[in-house]
C-alpha cells in the first residue's frame, strides 16, 4: 500500500494518475495547501521542502520486507512507480532515456512555465496595475507557445 500526500493541482494529479495507471493500492491524503497544511510538523517530515505530492510505499522499495521508501517530487514518484510496475519505460535502453528526457522537459519546462503565465494571467492581485504584469504575462505566454511548438 502507498500512502500519497496530494492536493488538486497538476503535480498532484501526475501522481495519483500514474498510481491508478500503474493499478496499484494507495490511500489518499489530502493536504490542504490553501490552508498551509504543507507546512505543519507531520508533513513536513515526508517532505521537508513542504510541497505535494509525495508518497511513502509501506512496502518499500525491497519489497514486503524492507523499510517504508518515503518520496517527493514528482517526477522522482513517476520514476519510481514505473520502475516498480516496469509499465511507462521502454525496456530499450535508448527508449528510456527518451522517455526520461521528455519527463525532464516538463518538470524543467511545461510545469513552470505553464504554472508562471497562468499566475500572470489569473491569479495575480487585483490591485496589481496591468503595466505592472504585462512583462511576465508577455515573457511566460511566449514561452507556453515555444513549449506547444516543442511538442
Avoid at 493500492?25 to 509525495?54: C, K, M, S, W
Wanted: with cysteine; net charge negative.
Amino acid at each position: 500500500m502507498i500512502d500519497l500526500y496530494t492536493y488538486r493541482t497538476s503535480n498532484g494529479r501526475k501522481a495519483s494518475i500514474m498510481l491508478e495507471e500503474c493499478g496499484l493500492d494507495y490511500a489518499l491524503h489530502i493536504v490542504d495547501i490553501t490552508r498551509g497544511e504543507q507546512g505543519e510538523p507531520a508533513f513536513r517530515i515526508i517532505n521537508p521542502n513542504g510541497r505535494i505530492p509525495a508518497i511513502v510505499d509501506r512496502e518499500g522499495a525491497g519489497g514486503p520486507d524492507s523499510a517504508p521508501l518515503v518520496l517527493f517530487e514528482s517526477g522522482a514518484i513517476l520514476l519510481y512507480l514505473a520502475q516498480k510496475t516496469g509499465l511507462f519505460l521502454p525496456e530499450d535502453e535508448k527508449d528510456r532515456w527518451r522517455a526520461v528526457q521528455w519527463l525532464m522537459w516538463q518538470m524543467g519546462g511545461v510545469g513552470p512555465n505553464f504554472g508562471q503565465a497562468f499566475h500572470f494571467l489569473h491569479q495575480h492581485p487585483e490591485d496589481v496595475p496591468d503595466e505592472t504584469i504585462e512583462y511576465g504575462r508577455s515573457r511566460y505566454g511566449a514561452e507556453v507557445t515555444r513549449l506547444c511548438n516543442v511538442m
